[in-house]
């Protein structure tokens, strides 16, 4: 099955203005949201810069390339880590060569996101949840810092780099009636490789008595 590769999004994104700043990379739009949630009262917000995607028209082509949308998405998910129903054994193969006729290879140097440790399953099954919006990963982040110890709140937040040309996957197509359309996803269904190549904490500071951690982890996927 031939396949085509999906243009670089970040091309067409960068550089941009956010809150009076020219950010050049999606990198440097990630960190100044960190910032600003951190040691501001501001509140990471994926809206604006979901408007900023739905306008792009790079991005409209990523998710005109599928109609899935996150429901199916959970639903392979569920198939795919039952172990203990054996009429649906073989569900999960045939889910996911059917995802698999949609897949395109991801552009190189495209940067995606993803909050909190990484699934120790991901390597050996190679499906991964990631996000254009840096704003939807801080925001998974917060929600996982929550389960922590109250003195101590550590936010975990990745950056995937796309390093080879064989990775594939699709943007999951969002009801626009949904919450759920403002989380701009991207389903990565097979890679070679993914490692860990920095991994540094951005600060720590103090906000109403609680000691906050900020955990930058940045992975190459091939």
């Not at 994104?13 to 501001?42: F, G, K, R």
């Not at 099954?125 to 704003?135: D, G, M, Q, R, W």
Request: aromatic share 8%; no cysteine.
């Amino acid at each position: 099955m031939s396949r085509s590769t999906l243009p670089l999004l970040d091309s067409s994104l960068y550089p941009q203005l956010w809150q009076q700043q020219i950010l050049l990379s999606p990198q440097a739009l990630l960190l100044s949201m960190l910032s600003a949630t951190l040691n501001t009262d501001v509140t990471a917000d994926t809206n604006d810069f979901a408007k900023q995607l739905v306008a792009n028209e790079v991005y409209q082509e990523w998710i005109n390339t599928t109609v899935f949308g996150r429901y199916l998405h959970r639903n392979f998910i569920a198939f795919y880590q039952q172990t203990e129903d054996s009429f649906n054994t073989d569900m999960p193969a045939i889910f996911r060569q059917e995802l698999m006729r949609h897949t395109q290879y991801l552009p190189l140097n495209q940067v995606l996101f993803f909050a909190g440790d990484m699934p120790k399953s991901v390597r050996q099954i190679k499906i991964l949840t990631t996000t254009v919006n840096p704003a939807t990963a801080i925001i998974n982040a917060q929600i996982m810092s929550q389960k922590l110890t109250v003195n101590n709140s550590k936010l975990i937040v990745n950056q995937i780099a796309i390093t080879g040309k064989q990775v594939l996957g699709f943007a999951i197509r969002h009801n626009k009636r949904t919450s759920e359309r403002l989380r701009n996803e991207v389903l990565i269904l097979d890679f070679q490789d993914l490692r860990l190549v920095n991994e540094q904490v951005i600060e720590d500071i103090k906000k109403s008595n609680i000691e906050f951690s900020i955990l930058l982890r940045s992975y190459e996927i091939r």
